[in-house]
């Protein structure tokens, strides 16, 4: 399987009035193609930074990021939909952006939209719709420019506990269905077990790799993960690292 994503000895530094600030150290991972990876650490550690980094958003201070020509999507920890346009509307706006905005491309989003159960909200405004299901048109606006890796950065931390549960499920489902690698950075170990094939996890800042874990489970779904004997296990052995 081949990688398309490889920080080699990353390092990244902020500078301001007040001095130097360390957010990450000889960083070394990779992710493989049709994977869910997923970083775990705590609060304040760089995993944003890394995110940045890895879309080409930030250029490291040393080091060298290898992404072997591949496409990147953004999914943010809030859906970002803008209230004044209809989900219709907010679909299309990174074909604006990118300048691609043509009628072919339009229905390939209205299709996606229709095969996971938006078809009925495109004319209706994010207001009017629930925090589940915003994210999940966030999601397919991510996937209306057919990025080869999504990038998601807490998608689900704004939600409560059941949503973000059933949205996670939704989530990690069409992500398999079309067949897109993800990286996931997040500080819930439950939900990092629940739907990665591997889990990194990170020191506290500057963050370095402290250990590596291929995530093995015959269910594949989240919620049926969690309920897998072998679930509280991973937990005991992340929750150990993570707090090391």
Same mark, same amino acid.
């Given at each position: ?142 996937? +209306?420019?057919?990025?080869? #890796?999504? %990038?998601? *950065? /807490? @998608? ?54 402290? +250990?590596?874990?291929?995530? #093995?489970? %015959?269910? *594949? /779904? @989240? ?22």
């Amino acid at each position: 399987m081949k990688e398309v994503l490889r920080f080699e000895n990353v390092c990244m530094r902020y500078h301001s009035k007040q001095g130097e600030t360390v957010a990450v150290e000889n960083l070394n991972f990779s992710v493989k193609e049709g994977e869910f990876t997923a970083i775990i650490g705590p609060s304040g550690c760089g995993k944003t930074t890394l995110l940045s980094l890895a879309a080409g958003l930030l250029k490291p201070t040393q080091g060298k990021i290898v992404t072997s020509g591949v496409s990147f999507g953004y999914m943010l920890q809030r859906d970002e939909l803008f209230p004044w346009r209809t989900i219709e509307k907010n679909l299309y706006l990174p074909l604006e952006i990118k300048g691609t905005n043509t009628l072919e491309q339009r229905n390939k989003a209205l299709e996606l939209a229709e095969k996971y159960g938006l078809k009925q909200f495109l004319k209706s405004y994010p207001s009017s719709l629930s925090g589940g299901m915003r994210q999940r048109a966030a999601l397919i606006r991510t996937l +209306a420019l057919n990025p080869d #890796v999504l %990038l998601l *950065d /807490e @998608p689900f931390s704004a939600l409560d506990y059941q949503t973000r549960l059933n949205v996670c499920n939704d989530v990690y489902k069409i992500i398999r269905q079309e067949h897109k690698t993800a990286l996931l950075i997040t500080h819930d170990i439950s939900e990092a077990i629940s739907v990665a094939d591997t889990v990194f996890v990170l020191s506290k800042r500057p963050a370095k790799i402290v +250990a590596e874990h291929s995530v #093995v489970f %015959l269910e *594949d /779904e @989240p919620l049926k993960r969690r309920e897998n004997k072998e679930f509280s296990k991973w937990f005991e052995i992340l929750w150990g690292e993570l707090n090391a």
